[in-house]
């Protein structure tokens, strides 16, 4: 995107009195809009606890301890460039989402506003203060004997253990069927899939990396169900793809999808790789069931709109795009958004075609490290009726400014390899009938106290009620 070029102007003459005043206000502005300093117990802490400690703490899965001030002191530039980046690759929190385009409203947001991003900076910039001790929130908690995120599930199905040496290079393939025990059918309201190896916490430490407690990159994975006789029966379900550091998935309260009895865990394909060490490991399924008796009100599905055929990523060339289309035949709710490119992935955006109506849903930035999917909250959830055009844009950088990128050089085909590329959005959708779609356009208008001059990202129907058909319920013809 170019930049406007600004002229030059004739200096002017300022008092020095206007200077002065000036100079208190930009030191005011930049103080995280107080009138004292930057401290680490006051005004660092709590937002490293939110958004940080989770991870950066002993036993956690990232690598260095972020708790302390003596820990977090030392770090205190790189932990403002880092944040600085916002939404690119290398930014932490890891999310991505960007701020001034689409659909802000998401679950699970750990990420961090302007203020505290200046407020980081600020500190770091003015030598890291410590501040009082007694300005510091109550230290947190962490219970390492939970490794589930989601809560503890009602079933935990085991995949069978896969060893990988240390010096192996990558493997693709598929796992061993597995039985889910299930005797009965039963609606999931979550999916959680956790990795368990012989690793131990020590290996984040060796390799500065996530990667270095992990074995397994990515699974694509469904249940099947067999007859008496061990044939697949009906059709497959699948489910959310699990990929190194991906959080867990909460399905639309009023659209969980179903375990079957007498189901098998089966796969499409599963990437390992090396983390150094010779490891064994296996991954553990969690499923949360809903109470029984329940109900789904609307239908399930795992989208997949994308494009495995002619994608071409030039060699040494930034700034590329891949564009892919898809018509919805029904009327749709968009539960998450999960871009999936490779190595050189910088961006992928969600637009979505109505008519003349053209928005665009989300932006958010890719880093092929950490995948990520992101839910939207539940009452800004796009709603888009059928004949809606989704449009994802993937933005590509082939370059060595890219450090994802082991060797700009190379061109990039579609394949399952990080070298090679893919280009999907993996999201959650639901689909509705006509009348649950005026329903929950009629629910949205309501809760977000909607007016006729408002406007929604994401909804191209909620405020236009008369341009859908009306039924002729008089039974009278002309």
Known sequence: MKRKQIQSITPLVIPSQLIIGLFALVVSATSYGQSTEVTFHKDIEPILQRSCQNCHRDGGVAPMSLVTYDQVAPFAGLIEYKTGLRDRAGAMPPWYVEKDIGIQQLKYDPSLNDEEIAAISTWARSGAPQGNPADAPEALSFDDTTKWKLGEPDLIVNTEDFFMAGDRP????????????????????????????????????????????????????????????????????????????????????????????????????????????????????????????????????????????????????????????????????????????????????????????????????????????????????????????????????????????????????????????????????????????MEEMENRRNKLNLGPNDHIIGCPLCLAPLVWPIANTSGDSE
């Open 170 to 437: 990558d493997w693709w393939g598929e796992l061993p069927r597995i039985p889910t025990g299930m005797t009965e059918d039963r609606y999931v309201k979550s999916i959680e899939v956790v990795e368990v190896n012989d690793v131990g916490s020590a290996g984040a430490e060796a390799n500065e990396t996530v990667g270095g407690l992990f074995i397994f990159h990515h699974m694509i994975w469904r249940t099947e169900e067999l007859d008496e006789s061990g044939a697949v029966i009906g059709r497959a379900v699948n489910w959310p793809v699990h990929e190194v550091g991906r959080n867990g998935d909460v399905f639309d309260p009023e659209a969980g999808l179903l375990l079957k009895a007498n189901s098998v865990f089966a796969t499409d394909s599963v990437h390992m790789h090396s983390n150094g060490r010779d490891t064994t490991a296996h991954l553990q399924l969690g499923f949360t069931f809903h109470p029984e008796g329940y109900e789904p009100k609307y239908k399930t599905a795992i989208s997949f709109v994308g494009n495995g055929v002619d994608i071409s990523i030039e060699g040494d060339g930034k700034d590329q795009e891949l564009h892919a289309y898809s018509v919805l035949t029904e009327n749709t709710k968009v539960i998450t958004f999960e871009p999936h490119l490779h190595a050189p992935g910088e961006r992928m955006c969600l637009e979505a075609i109505w008519g003349y109506s053209v928005e665009t849903l989300s932006c958010v930035g890719y880093d092929h490290n950490w995948v990520r999917g992101y839910p939207f909250a539940n009452d800004y959830t796009p709603l888009l009726p059928k004949g809606t055009v989704l449009h994802i844009t993937g933005y590509f950088n082939n370059t060595s400014e890219n450090f994802n990128v082991p060797d700009a050089r190379n061109w990039q085909g579609s394949g399952n390899r990080s070298v090679t590329n893919m280009f999907i959005d993996l999201g959650i959708r639901v689909s509705m009938t006509d009348e649950q779609f």
